[in-house]
């Protein structure tokens, strides 16, 4: 009678911990749509029309009405200077890859350096990493005397 008592209780803990209500997104994940993977070899960049072949360098642009995806940040850079200010009242979040491997990055988090000696798709040398640490790293590494915001890398961007 108790083995059955306690299946019984272990049963319903069981139980409720499934009809738990799943926890709410955050304010971000409301306001933010996430990012689109990449399909490699078949997405192509919005600017150069070039395959994406590596997602180290990926960036999107995502609007209200559609997503626009990028090979290289730098290809990200030129295709947003472009927009009128209509079309970037329309954006409602960027992203790029993190070049250290950690994935999707919103773009005004992320830490951006330029290096002559990283050779990106499309040559650009813009690199962008989630982390300060990590980004200040990698400019030792590759002779970038500086890392950036988002505002200040497209403000030193041709």
């Known amino acids: 009678m108790i083995r059955l008592s306690i299946s019984i209780l272990v049963l319903l803990l069981l139980a409720a911990g499934c009809l738990q209500e799943k926890e709410e997104p955050s304010i971000e994940e409301q306001v933010y749509p996430g990012p689109i993977d990449i399909e490699v070899g078949v997405d192509t960049c919005a600017q150069c029309g070039m395959k994406i072949q590596d997602p180290r360098f990926a960036g999107e642009i995502i609007f209200s009405d559609g997503v626009k995806k990028f090979d290289d940040v730098g290809c990200l850079f030129l295709y947003y200077k472009s927009l009128d200010t209509a079309a970037k009242n329309n954006i409602l979040v960027m992203y790029v890859q993190d070049n250290g491997g950690r994935g999707w990055v919103n773009a005004e988090k992320a830490y951006y350096l330029y290096s002559q000696e990283v050779f990106t798709p499309m040559s650009y040398g813009i690199v962008a990493f989630k982390d ?14 500086e890392v950036l915001t988002l505002q200040e890398a497209m403000e030193r961007f041709r």
Do not use: I, T
């Not at 300060?132 to 005397?145: I, N, P, T, V, Y």
């Open 132 to 145: 300060r640490e990590d980004a200040l790293f990698f400019a030792e590494l590759h002779g970038s005397r």
